[in-house]
């Protein structure tokens, strides 16, 4: 049985403009899910988890089930940067299900997740509620764990999302569960987290399983780039996996989401210290979760979830072509 719904073939978006070409045009959509599958899908993925429920469930206010068509609506309109490669495609794999329970919906996107890490892919999530950072995180630390050196998440987020699940696997778990099974076998940094977010015992959790908390307030002090480059120049060849709650952004950056807030990340400092990021680390798989179109302003936050999945395919594509920096 088929665990994926295809994208839409409209939101392939194209000028029929051969000197003004679209990444609508440099998709591939999947159609069905064959036996050996993953090995034929492109290097360059996009994952859709259409799925609020664990928002509900965190009494977040809705819309983020239309975040993942909301993003590549504005993704597959983009130009495609000058200096990507030629033959620069990618597979979208379409848009999880929504049937079963949450669990069980949970569990068949972190096995699509592993699978697309172990054979060698870089993808994008869309999400989506912020649980499905678990299913992203947890399949990508499995992938890679005792591999070599260790695997690194990177959380960017306003919360540390390590509450536990008594309340079901909501939006505020998907940390917990990734620091209760894996915590010793990655390295795990929280980013922009704001204090009236978080509590002492949450901030103490993650510190206690080793974790690694950076605060809004220190990245407006310091100076993001800077911050995470004295954390992480040291592990250039660690696979990284970077969890995006758009949340993290200011509100006046991102306002269609769950819950944001005036104080937080701009794009101006985001997109310099992501781009080092992507040119420094072996970053393989981007989540982005809680995008709610329904809430959102001149469609500004989509815009930027869109953004910022385009610089992590576009660097990807080139790095791994040439080993160069756009």
């Not at 309340?167 to 076998?185: H, V």
């Amino acid at each position: 049985m088929s665990w994926l719904t295809p994208c839409p073939a409209e939101l392939l978006f194209t000028k029929n403009d051969p000197q003004d070409p679209r990444w609508g045009e440099k998709v591939d959509l999947v159609r069905t899910e064959s036996l050996n599958w993953m090995q034929d899908l492109q290097k360059y993925c996009v994952l859709g988890f259409p799925d609020e429920e664990g928002i509900q469930l965190n009494k977040g206010r809705g819309g983020a089930e239309k975040g993942p068509q909301g993003i590549r609506h504005f993704l597959y309109r983009m130009t495609p940067s000058p200096f990507l490669p030629l033959d620069f495609k990618i597979s979208d794999l379409g848009n999880l299900k929504s049937e079963l329970t949450l669990e069980e919906r949970h569990e068949r996107a972190r096995s699509l997740v592993y699978n697309l890490a172990k054979h060698d892919k870089h993808w994008v999530s869309l999400g989506g509620g912020h649980d499905y950072g678990y299913c992203d995180s947890a399949g990508f630390v499995e992938a890679f764990h005792g591999q070599g050196p260790k695997p690194i998440v990177l959380n960017f987020d306003a919360h540390l999302d390590v509450r536990k699940t008594d309340q079901g696997l909501n939006s505020g778990t998907p940390f917990y569960r990734l620091l209760e099974q894996w915590s010793d076998q990655c390295l795990f940094f929280e980013i922009g987290i704001q204090g009236q977010c978080n509590s002492r015992h949450h901030y103490q959790y993650v510190l206690d399983h080793g974790g690694h908390v950076i605060p809004i307030d220190d990245i407006k002090e310091q100076g993001l780039t800077h911050i995470l480059s004295q954390l992480l120049a040291n592990y250039p060849n660690n696979p990284c996996f970077v969890s995006m709650d758009i949340d993290v952004f200011s509100s006046a950056e991102a306002p269609g989401c769950s819950q944001s807030w005036p104080w937080g990340l701009t794009a101006s400092e985001f997109f310099p210290s992501f781009r080092w990021l992507l040119q420094n680390l072996n970053v393989r798989g981007l989540g982005i979760y809680e995008v709610a179109p329904a809430l959102d302003v001149n469609s500004n936050t989509q815009r930027l979830a869109a953004l910022i999945a385009y610089e992590f395919l576009s660097q990807a594509a080139l790095k791994n072509k040439t080993g160069k920096k756009i």
